[in-house]
Nanobody, 121 residues
Framework: QVQLVESGGGLVQAGGSLDLSCVATGSILRVNTWEWYRQAPGQQRELVAQITRGAVKNYQDSVKGRFTISRDNVLNIVYLRMYSLKPEDTADYYC???????????????WGQGTQVTVFS
């Protein structure tokens, strides 16, 4: 069984910063690409950032230069450091990761429970 637990998030004034983290625990053999998604009220879930096992990073255009994704391959943690936050960054943020469990031959995608980020002006 693989579980993802997110932490971080909260309430911040525009221009401020927040850090999110997400740890994968359980019977993990390999962890592949990590992703952060967000979903604002009434909006579809959108990809914010992703990082491959080889640390290749991709960002949504609206967060480039403001968000940084990183990972720890030993501890199976992904981080999202968010700077210069704007009210439009307000959303529920979800981490996702492709994991090969010890009892599986293929990768499966797992999701965190979500954490709320609210940016006020």
């Amino acid at each position: 069984q693989v579980q993802l637990v997110e932490s971080g998030g909260g309430l911040v004034q525009a221009g401020g910063s927040l850090d999110l983290s997400c740890v994968a625990t359980g019977s993990i053999l390999r962890v592949n690409t990590w992703e952060w998604y967000r979903q604002a009220p009434g909006q579809q879930r959108e990809l914010v950032a992703q990082i491959t096992r080889g640390a290749v990073k991709n960002y949504q255009d609206s967060v480039k230069g403001r968000f940084t994704i990183s990972r720890d391959n030993v501890l199976n943690i992904v981080y999202l450091r968010m700077y210069s936050l704007k009210p439009e960054d307000t959303a529920d943020y979800y981490c996702g990761v492709d994991v090969q469990a010890t009892d599986r031959e293929t990768y499966e995608t797992y999701w965190g429970q979500g954490t709320q980020v609210t940016v006020f002006s």
